[in-house]
């Protein structure tokens, strides 16, 4: 079945860092990719996404782009900021249900 | 717009205990779903619906029931509760036909210590 594998955390950065988390994927078929973020106590809310092959998802400075060719989704950031301490869940999706990978912990110090 | 309301925030259980976790949604989705959340497993599906009357299990449904009577909730229930269901608990919805574009929406959570 679908699959989705995502960096081991957790990930601590200083501020203005660049950040990679990376992500890939298995699936049978040609699903959308979806990064979502949880800040503490909240629930999951959708970052980006790409549904198609080359396709590059963008949103508050994050950015990912759908490489079909290596099977992978990964995030990044040019310059991090604390308020961007989160955990970072990337998940895949050919319908309306989602598969998430295990998640990363970021945390970014002043 | 409320979204997607779980309730309750916070619950405390013995083993053996029976309960269920409230999800409402106001965005008319026809597809909910219910996760849990667990420390390095990510978000694990446990039982979805497509629409009302209409219910499916997950990646991990053994030991719990859900129902959809209205396309509104989606309760989730535990009638025997065991410390491995402590967990934290997702509810998300979605639109069916605008899914790729308006992906699940999600609940704030419900955290459940089972004693």
């Known amino acids: 079945g679908d699959s989705v594998t995502q960096m081991e955390g957790p990930v601590t950065l200083s501020e203005e860092a660049f950040l990679t988390i990376n992500c890939t994927y298995t699936a049978t078929g040609y699903p959308s990719l979806f990064w979502y973020v949880q800040y503490p106590g909240e629930g999951l809310q959708l970052l980006l996404k790409a549904t198609k092959a080359d396709d590059k998802g963008s949103n508050k400075g994050f950015e990912a782009t759908y490489r079909k060719e290596t099977t992978s989704f990964h995030l990044e950031k040019g310059s991090v900021q604390v308020s961007d301490s989160a955990v970072y869940f990337c998940?895949?999706?050919?319908?309306?249900?989602?598969?998430f990978g295990t998640g990363t912990r970021l945390t970014i110090i002043p | 717009n409320a979204g997607v309301t779980q309730t309750p925030k916070f619950q405390v259980l013995k083993t053996g205990q029976s309960m269920t976790l409230q999800c409402a949604q106001d965005m008319n989705h026809e597809y909910m779903s219910w996760y849990r959340q667990d420390p390095g497993m990510g978000l694990r599906l446990i039982h979805y619906?497509?629409?009302?009357?209409?219910?499916d299990q997950g990646e991990v449904p053994n030991g719990y029931n859900v129902s959809r009577s209205t396309t509104e909730d989606f309760p989730l229930r535990l009638l025997s509760a065991a410390p491995s269901q402590t967990s934290v608990y997702f509810c998300?919805?979605?639109?069916?036909?605008?899914?790729?574009?308006?992906?699940?929406?999600f609940g704030d959570g419900t955290r459940l210590s089972i004693l």
């Open positions: 998940a895949l999706s050919d319908g309306p249900l989602l598969t």
């Open positions: 619906s497509v629409g009302a009357g209409i219910t």
């Open positions: 998300a919805s979605s639109n069916r036909a605008l899914w790729e574009n308006q992906p699940q929406h």
